[in-house]
C-alpha cells in the first residue's frame, strides 16, 4: 500500500477512501498511464463574477497606463470586487484539487503556481494567468514559459507595462532569467540590461490580451549571450530554453516538488537531459519521475512536508465534507501560510521544513478534529495592506485574532464501508498503512489511545482522525 500512496500523494493530493477497496499488482507505469489519461480530459475554465471591464483594469494597482483615476469611493469599490473575486477563484480551484479526477494536471498546475509565482489584484488577470497554467501544465515548457510571460498579470506584476525604449526596466527580464528558466548565477548583469531592452514594448490592454508596443520597442542592436542583433522578447526566450541550463533548472525544482527535497544529482542529470532532448514535453519528464525505480525508494517516501494547500486538500479528499462556511479556508489558508494565487513574493513559496513551526504544526495536527468536533478556536494571523481575507475582527500589531469554527459535515459512509470488509483487529494497520508513510511504527500507538469498546463505525472515524494527528501526516 506505500507504493500505491507514495505515488497518490506525490502525482496528485493523495488517496481516497475508494482507493482502500483497489487490489491487484503494483505496476508504476500502469498508475501514470490512467492519470495521464484522467488528466486529458477538456479542461473546464475556473471563472468568477469579474467587476465592469470597462473600468476595472485602470483601477487597479499595476495598470497604470495614464487614464484619468476614477472617485476614490468608486476605486475603492471597485478594488474590493476585485478582491472578493479573486477570493472565489481561489476556492473553485480549491474545490477542483479536491474532486477533480486530472489529479495530475492540478498538482503539476500548482508546481508551476509557485514557479511562475505572481500577486496581482485585478482578478480579471489572475483568472486568465491560471487558465493558462492549468491549461499548460502538462504540456510543452516552452508554450508555456511564452504563454506565461505574456499574460496581463505576470507583465503587470514584473513592471513591463513601464518597459520602454530609452528607460528600459529590468524586473521582468531578470526574473525570466533567475526564477523562470536558468536560475541566479547562469547569466550576467550584462544579459540581463541587454534583455530587457529586447522586452520593450511587451505590454496588454485592458482586456488583458498581450500587445506589442512597436513604437516604445528599442530596435537597436543588443549582445545578449554573447550573440549579437535586433532582438525582441521572443528571440530571448529562444535563446533561453537553447541552453540546457534551462531544463536542468526545471527538472531539479521539480525534482524537489515531487521527489525528494535532497536532489541527486545523477537523478536530475538524465532527467534533464531527456527533458532537453524531447523538446521540454513535460509527459518525458513526469513519466521519467513516475516509472523510475529510484522514485520509490524508501529514502523518498514519507520525506516531503505537505504543503498547507497538500496537506488540506489530501484530508479534504479523504474525509469528504461540506463545510457550513467554506471562506473559512481562507483564513486557514492565511494561518497556515500559503494562499492560493498570493504567493509571498516572486520567488513563490520557499517549501520544505519552512512550511512548519511550533504553532502551526499543533494546527495541522488538529485540522480533521477541528472539522469533526467543530469545536471553537483561535488563529492569530498576519495583516496584509493588499488582501484581507474579510476575517478580521481586530488587529494587534502586525497580527489579527480570528475566532471561528471549521463546522462542516464530514462524509464518512466510503471509509466505513471500504473497511467493513476487515476485522476490527485488522482496521487500525489498514487505516494507518493508508493514510501513513510509517504505518507499522504507529499503528500500536494509535491503537492504544482509541477508547475501548467503541461500536466499529465510531472506532473507524476515532482512528482515523488519532492517524491524522500525528506528525507522520504531515509527510508524503
Known amino acids: 500500500m506505500n507504493l500505491v500512496q507514495h505515488f497518490f500523494w506525490r502525482a496528485g493530493f493523495g488517496p481516497t477512501a475508494a482507493t ?31 467587476p465592469s471591464l470597462d473600468t476595472l483594469p485602470t483601477m487597479i494597482a499595476g495598470n497604470n497606463n495614464g487614464q484619468a483615476a476614477a472617485q476614490k469611493e468608486q476605486r475603492e469599490k471597485l478594488q474590493q470586487q476585485s478582491r472578493e473575486a479573486i477570493k472565489q477563484l481561489n476556492l473553485r480551484w480549491l474545490d477542483e484539487m479536491v474532486n477533480s479526477e486530472a489529479q495530475l494536471r492540478e498538482k503539476v498546475a500548482l508546481f508551476w503556481h509557485g514557479h511562475f509565482a505572481c500577486r496581482n489584484l485585478n482578478s480579471l488577470y489572475q483568472q486568465q494567468l491560471l487558465h493558462v497554467i492549468r491549461k499548460g501544465a502538462l504540456g510543452n515548457f516552452a508554450t ?20 520602454r525604449k530609452l528607460q528600459p526596466n529590468e524586473n521582468f527580464a531578470r526574473e525570466v532569467m533567475e526564477l523562470f528558466t536558468l536560475g541566479r548565477g547562469h547569466y550576467t548583469e550584462q544579459d540581463v540590461k541587454e534583455a530587457a531592452r529586447a522586452f520593450t514594448g511587451w505590454g496588454f490592454n485592458p482586456n488583458g490580451e498581450f500587445v506589442f508596443r512597436k513604437n516604445q520597442h528599442d530596435v537597436g542592436s543588443k549582445t545578449i549571450f554573447g550573440m549579437s542583433g535586433n532582438f525582441n522578447g521572443d528571440d530571448v526566450l529562444a535563446m533561453l530554453l537553447k541552453q540546457p541550463q534551462t531544463a536542468r533548472f526545471i527538472a531539479a525544482k521539480l525534482y524537489r516538488f515531487l521527489v525528494n527535497e535532497e536532489v ?3 537523478h536530475v542529470s538524465w532527467l534533464s537531459k531527456r527533458f532537453y532532448e524531447s523538446g521540454y514535453e513535460m509527459k518525458q519528464l513526469l513519466r521519467d519521475i513516475f516509472t523510475a525505480n529510484w522514485f520509490y525508494n524508501i529514502a523518498n517516501q514519507g520525506k516531503i512536508v505537505k504543503s498547507p494547500v497538500v496537506l488540506w486538500v489530501g484530508i479534504r ?18 494561518a497556515l501560510g500559503q494562499i492560493l494565487l498570493y504567493p509571498p513574493s516572486v520567488a513563490g513559496w520557499p517549501g520544505g521544513t519552512n512550511w512548519i513551526d511550533s504553532s502551526s504544526l499543533l494546527l495541522r495536527m488538529r485540522l480533521p ?16 495592506d493588499d488582501m484581507q481575507m474579510g476575517k478580521m475582527q481586530n488587529t494587534l500589531g502586525k497580527k489579527a485574532i480570528n475566532r471561528f469554527k471549521l463546522k462542516g459535515d464530514i462524509e464518512w459512509e466510503p471509509l466505513i464501508e471500504a473497511l467493513h470488509k476487515y476485522k476490527k483487529s485488522e482496521m487500525v494497520q489498514q487505516l494507518c498503512e493508508h493514510l501513513l508513510q510509517s504505518p507499522h511504527q504507529l499503528s500500536s500507538i494509535i491503537e492504544a489511545q482509541v477508547a475501548p469498546g467503541l461500536p ?21
Not at 29 to 35: A, G, K, M, Q, R
Not at 317 to 334: A, C, F, T, V
Not at 369 to 384: H, K
Open 20 to 50: 482502500l477497496l483497489s487490489s491487484g499488482k503494483w505496476k508504476a507505469e500502469s498508475h501514470f498511464d490512467t492519470y495521464w489519461k484522467q488528466s486529458q480530459q477538456p479542461l473546464r475554465p475556473i471563472t468568477v463574477p469579474q
Open 144 to 163: 508555456l514559459l511564452a504563454n506565461v510571460s505574456k499574460s496581463a498579470a505576470m507583465l503587470a506584476f514584473l513592471n513591463n507595462q513601464q518597459n
Open 264 to 266: 541527486k544529482e545523477e
Open 317 to 334: 479528499r479523504m474525509l469528504p465534507m461540506q463545510l457550513e462556511n467554506p471562506d473559512i479556508q481562507l483564513l486557514l489558508q492565511r
Open 369 to 384: 478534529q477541528l472539522v469533526a468536533l467543530a469545536e471553537p478556536f483561535e488563529l492569530s494571523t498576519p495583516a496584509d
Open 456 to 476: 466499529v463505525n465510531s472506532f473507524i472515524k476515532q482512528t482515523t482522525l488519532l492517524a491524522m494527528a500525528t506528525p507522520a501526516y504531515q509527510l508524503c
